[in-house]
């Protein structure tokens, strides 16, 4: 079938389309499906002896080192648990260095000798598991012949069961790790940052009167973006197939410029989708709060509530997989890349950032009046001075190949990253730095003209939707993460950073205190100093301004354009000191994330490039040239005939053909001539060569597409694909 025909084939079965109605038992009710399928603490009380359900809650509340000796009956109850829900199989999951999950399944069946099975899952196989650790990315840490990797049971994640129209599996959260004990995922290092953040929050408030602050954690909400089409635009689409984003297509005559798809009605087909997809998430125990229409066409957003952002990364690695998976029961394709359309906005996945504890509530609350509320603004002190000192390292964090496609445009915020606090707590701190804050600019009122309208409240500040790291009430929100990837690199290193901080005012505190000065005038005196040092980072103007680039080089903030300009980062001196020093990574552990996030990048954009040479070059040029001689025989008959026949659109479309040409040759020959090298050489080479050669074969085609006739070109377009539901 040729491209053309398969494209209005994908048309015409679109338009035929009759979405499922699932239908679901009274008994899945919202309000009683939530966390059906997860081991919660209310399971374990029921099922676990009293002795060993407290040690089970001292670790995940307190922290308490967790005991081996419980894990044989907390096994027991769990396999029983999951056997009453029809469960046959067990699984690890872990999330590798992909920002994907992983997962390695085993049946709870063995034989007993007799011709039967016995159902067996015993302590000591639900601490450990063995998957191979050569074949997951892990950037010199372990060789190909140097294979064994262990997960380890986190008890901090509730185990899940997920359900199939053919079975049930059993899901523990783990972390994963080399045999060297040197962390291959996600996970550990954000366990590993989360204590340190607990002990250096702990010192700070030990000195504002909290002896027992209980345990104090961040907490993560991310606001998921994406894309829906039709599955059969999708498979219709091989640089959608294989790269996840179009490498091809003009805008349609119609985008987001009408700015009417944001917070618009949720089209039908996309409805039945998304409550479908909330209830299978609810079963799991994810909160899914929001649910709305995106700027772009096409796109959409789910936003779940606050929870402890070790267990919101793994939530979100499980949400991402679950809304794909019931996408597709649609007819539908959900797409996470950054940047699927080209000229619309793209997807970002907004982590919104607290910490504190059940005892001291949340560290980031201000109240209503801030100024006066000193615990408050020593720990806001710690976000600004850490954005200012790392924001090379959080630039790190949200570094990729996809993400640079979407950085810096009108639907992310810039590559520079600052630090929105709003009008009324850059007041505040614009008092401390001229010795004390005594006043806080109040909330107002706003009188909208309707008589049966009350009279509304406003806030003393508004929001500023091109920070890349924005104060929003009681948190703050980092805007430049991108759609796809893990929530855990960005948390993982806002905990890190938070927690020298800390530990730098705690550490000014207790000297200044020891020697005998006034707490209060310590506190004063170490918030004039951060605010001086390092309110450069502080900015609440406009971040898209041509204007801000100038004036943040002069403040001497970074503007780390693109991926390789990022990485760097993680491996200068000061980034492994400070790794190492709260024992969130060792020096080997920071190159191998270095390593690997290279290779990602250069191995994205190389087969992005062979994509582009073999859709260019065996679907959009045949179609351009035929085209073009249909053109070229109807000039011919004319003449023929004695008709003067109009050359013009012959020569309009032999124009772009002769450049798709010359473009696609040259884009042929850097992407398979060798000599590249590699790593670095070879990611910077796909930066600055193929990136640039790809564009000129895209500038062509699309060229062409507004040319060619509809019947003939092969790839589904924009308007199809964003429009057609």
Not at 385 to 400: D, E, M, P, Q
Not at 437 to 456: F, H, R
Not at 677 to 699: C, F, N, Q, S, T
Request: proline share 5%; charged share 20%; aromatic share 8%.
């Amino acid at each position: 079938m040729s491209g053309s025909a398969a494209r209005l084939q994908a048309i015409d079965a679109v338009i035929a389309y009759e979405a499922p109605n699932p239908t679901f038992a009274p008994a899945e009710a919202p309000g009683e499906v939530f966390g059906r399928n997860v081991f919660t603490k209310a399971v374990m009380q029921k099922r676990l002896p009293k002795a060993v359900f407290r040690s089970v809650v001292a670790t995940i509340e307190q922290q308490v080192p967790l005991d081996p000796a419980i894990a044989d009956a907390v096994a027991s109850a769990m396999k029983d648990w999951a056997l009453e829900k029809g469960a046959t199989h067990y699984a690890h999951v872990f999330y590798p260095l992909t920002h994907s999950t992983a997962e390695k399944h085993d049946s709870f069946f063995e034989p007993d000798g007799e011709g039967s099975s016995i159902a067996e899952f015993a302590g000591r196989t639900l601490v450990q598991g063995e998957p191979d650790a050569s074949s997951f990315p892990n950037g010199g840490l372990r060789s190909t012949f140097e294979a064994r990797g262990y997960t380890g049971w986190d008890v901090t994640s509730p185990a899940y069961v997920l359900e199939n129209t053919n079975g049930t599996t059993l899901c523990i959260p783990t972390v994963f790790v080399s045999m060297t004990g040197e962390a291959l995922d996600h996970k550990t290092p954000l366990l590993r940052s989360q204590q340190a953040l607990a002990t250096q929050a702990a010192r700070v408030l030990k000195l504002f009167g909290h002896d027992d602050p209980g345990t104090i954690v961040s907490y993560a909400g991310p606001e998921q973006e994406y894309f829906l089409i039709d599955r059969h635009f999708f498979l219709s689409r091989p640089d959608l197939l294989n790269a996840g984003r179009t490498l091809f297509g003009a805008r349609p005559p119609k985008g987001q410029e009408f700015d009417d798809h944001y917070f618009g009605a949720i089209p039908d087909r996309v409805l039945a989708f998304m409550l479908h997809a909330e209830r299978e998430l609810f079963k799991v125990g994810i909160p899914a709060k929001t649910r709305h229409n995106e700027v772009a066409p096409g796109q959409f957003e789910i936003a779940p509530m606050f929870e402890r952002s070790n267990l919101a990364a793994d939530h979100q690695q499980l949400l991402m997989v679950t809304m794909k998976r019931v996408a597709r029961e649609h007819g539908m394709e959900l797409l996470f890349h950054e940047k699927p359309f080209e000229g619309v906005n793209g997807s970002g996945k907004h982590v919104n950032f607290s910490f504190g504890s059940s005892t001291v509530g949340n560290l980031l609350l201000p109240g209503d009046t801030p100024h006066a509320n000193a615990q408050f603004l020593v720990f806001c002190a710690a976000i600004i001075r850490a954005v200012h000192k790392y924001g090379g390292l959080l630039r790190a964090s949200v570094a990729s190949a996809t993400n640079d496609h979407r950085l810096g445009a009108n639907e992310a915020p810039p590559a520079i990253i600052s630090i929105f606090l709003g009008d009324q707590l850059a007041d505040v701190f614009e008092q401390v730095a001229k010795g004390g804050a005594t006043s806080s600019k109040e909330k107002g009122t706003m009188t909208i003209g309707v008589d049966t309208l009350p009279v509304l409240p406003t806030d003393p500040g508004d929001r500023n939707r091109t920070s890349p790291f924005a104060f929003t009430g009681n948190r703050f929100e980092f805007r430049a993460p991108g759609s796809m990837q893990s929530i855990a690199s960005p948390v993982y290193t806002i905990n890190t950073i938070v927690t020298e901080a800390l530990d730098f005012i705690a550490t000014e505190l207790e000297e200044r205190v020891a020697g005998g000065e006034e707490f209060h005038h310590a506190v004063q005196k170490v918030l004039e100093q951060i605010i001086t040092d390092h309110g450069a980072a502080v900015f609440n103007g406009d971040g898209y301004s041509e204007q801000w680039q100038i004036e943040a080089e002069a403040r001497g903030l970074k503007n780390l354009r693109t991926t390789m300009d990022a990485l760097p980062e993680l491996i200068t001196d000061e980034a492994i000191e400070l790794f190492g020093r709260y024992g969130v990574f060792s020096e080997r552990e920071m190159h191998s994330r270095y390593e690997i996030a290279v290779e990602q990048y250069e191995l994205s954009i190389a087969v992005e490039a062979k994509l582009t040479v073999e859709i260019a070059g065996t679907s959009v040029l045949p179609a351009a040239i035929r085209y073009q001689t249909q053109l070229a025989q109807n000039v011919a008959a004319l003449t023929a005939a004695g008709v003067e026949a109009d050359t013009s659109l012959l020569r309009a479309v032999s124009t772009p053909i002769a450049a798709l040409h010359a473009a696609l040759t040259a884009l042929r020959a850097v992407t398979f001539e060798e000599g590249h090298g590699a790593g670095v050489d070879a990611a910077l080479h796909a930066r600055d060569v193929l990136l640039p050669a790809m564009a000129a074969v895209r500038e062509a085609a699309d060229e062409l597409e507004t040319l060619v006739a509809d019947d003939l070109w092969p790839l589904a377009t924009y308007q199809e694909m964003l429009f057609i539901r």
